[in-house]
Structure formats: C-alpha cells, structure tokens
C-alpha cells in the first residue's frame, strides 16, 4: 500500500471510531414517552452502574400474580455520584417504587424486561434515591 492509501484508511477507521460513541448515546425524546408516566411497585433485582446510563432491574407483581422485570434506565453513574449516589445506593432485595416514562415502542427488552426512564426512585423507607432522568441531562447532540 502506498503511504497516501494508507493515510486514507486510517483517516476513515479514525472516522468511524468516532461515530459509535455518538449512535450509542439516544436523546431521551426519540426513546421515551414524557406523557406517559407509570409507577411501578417491586423488588430490586440488578443494579447496573454502568456507562452510558445506570440501569435498575426492578421484579413486581401484578394484582394477577404474574410478576414482570422493568430494565429502569437511569442517569449516567457520573451524574448519579454527583448527586450524592452510589452502586451502593441501590441493593438486590431493596423494596423500592419507582416513577418513570414509558418506552415509546413498548417493546420488551432482549432480556424480556419491559423498559422505561426512571424519574424517580423512593425506598420502602420514604428516602429518595436515583432522583432524575436522562431526560434531565442537557442533550449531547
């Protein structure tokens, strides 16, 4: 290869690495529904502390006895330990509730977890924690 294919190439690889931070990070209007808000009542099963955005995996039973995992996307962990949270905010078993937004496509997640924007999370104490959404975050776009 001459040196000028080559300055070429590495001049389109460094573009495309550039790229994917930006198509992995979504604004929270293409994803969320802001009018439609739930409350959720459950078990905390999985905390994911990690980046783009913390992720909560919150197990409930509905007045059906059917129980259902939501994957409750959260702020980044940076944002999070800003406020005064930590991966330890948050442990398995904890009884939480949980405000959020709904996905718009209201599908499940590859995991099967229903998927929504948590906007705030309050222990079985009263005490708040993960308060905020990413639809707090000023857009990166």
Known sequence: ?????????????????????????????????????????GVVKKVAWVNPHAYVYVESTGLDGKVTTWAFESLSPNALAIRGWSRNSLKEGDQVTVEAYLAKDGKPLADGSLHANSRLIILADGRKVFAGSSADEPSTK
């Open 1 to 41: 290869m001459t040196r000028a294919s080559l300055t070429i190439l590495f001049a389109a690889c460094g573009m495309a690495l550039t790229a994917l931070p930006a198509s992995a990070h979504h604004s929270f209007q293409a994803e969320y529904d802001g009018s439609k808000v739930v409350t959720i009542k």
